[in-house]
């Protein structure tokens, strides 16, 4: 079982930055692959990034390519998503979700360990 706390959400002015932290519980949280979504209202989740489980290899939605960088600390069972350049449209509440496994997959429905959500807002 793995467990995943969502943390970093706020308000802030288009152009700015937050960084996401997503912290797991479990014993071998480095054989998990790890996904960021989101969620705007009236809209689909989306994929938004994914890291392999040694973090060696990332993959991006086209939105966010250039923009926003993941990573993660195995020895701390933590993930990161810095984002930069924020964009009203990036508004949505933010999910990490985790599977078994080392590649990245960017369908939702692979997934089967998911945070609570933290809340991300962008001003204009």
């Known amino acids: 079982q793995v467990q995943l706390v969502e943390s970093g959400g706020g308000l802030v002015q288009a152009g700015g930055s937050l960084r996401l932290s997503c912290a797991a519980s479990?014993?071998?949280?480095?054989?998990?692959?790890v996904g960021w979504f989101r969620q705007a209202p009236g809209k689909e989740r989306e994929f938004v990034a994914a890291?392999?489980?040694?973090?060696?290899?990332?993959a991006y939605a086209d939105s966010v390519k250039g923009r926003f960088t993941t990573s993660r600390d195995n020895a701390k069972n933590t993930m990161y998503l810095q984002m930069n350049s924020l964009k009203p449209e990036d508004t949505a509440v933010y999910y990490c979700?985790?599977?078994?496994?080392?590649?990245?997959?960017?369908?939702?429905?692979?997934?089967?360990?998911w945070g609570q959500g933290t809340q991300v807002t962008v001003s204009s």
């Open positions: 890291i392999s489980s040694s973090g060696g290899t990332t």
């Open positions: 479990g014993r071998t949280f480095s054989s998990y692959a």
């Open positions: 979700a985790a599977r078994l496994g080392p590649t990245i997959v960017r369908g939702a429905g692979n997934y089967g360990y």
